[in-house]
């Protein structure tokens, strides 16, 4: 397996700088590391990109998800392992990245029950969190970046 092209973020020398600004700021938004982490993987798994996948793992384990819920957030609805701030940040992570299965992408339902477990500070940081998983899954994707390949 070979990529096609080195992560477009990292051949512009601008890009990255600007994307690990937007890292800081959703790491100060006030969410816990490990529910940033179980967004970033859940998002990186619907969308298919195994660097992401691969790479969300071993940031989830560093910021302290323990084996339980890495083996089974891509089923945690079924899962007795989540607390319900974070089912709700799962819930609203998957509503934003399949925007299009549904006419109503991010139901209010969906809106309003993350909004009682997180403030606007927070509800900010899981959104930009989402986005910039989804920016990074296509990037890898549509370069055929390879898992591990980067450390």
């Not at 790479?55 to 392992?81: C, N």
């Not at 998957?94 to 606007?120: G, M, Q």
Request: one cysteine or more.
């Amino acid at each position: 397996m070979q990529s096609r092209l080195q992560n477009p973020a990292v051949l512009l020398p601008d890009a990255m700088p600007a994307i690990q600004s937007l890292f800081k700021a959703v790491h100060s938004g006030g969410v816990d590391a490990r529910t940033l982490e179980l967004v970033h993987l859940r998002v990186s798994q619907i969308n298919g990109c195994s660097a992401c996948v691969a790479g969300g793992v071993k940031s989830a384990r560093k910021a302290g998800v323990d084996e339980d819920r890495l083996a089974s957030v891509a089923a945690w609805r079924e899962a007795p392992y989540f607390s319900e701030p974070e089912r709700a940040a799962l819930d609203l992570a998957e509503s934003a990245t399949r925007l299009a299965d549904r006419p109503d992408a991010v139901s209010d339902l969906v809106w309003d029950t993350a909004a009682t477990h997180f403030d606007e500070k927070q509800l900010a940081a899981l959104v930009l969190m989402t986005g910039i998983t989804n920016l990074f899954n296509r990037l890898n994707a549509t370069t055929r970046q390879i898992a591990g390949a980067w450390g």
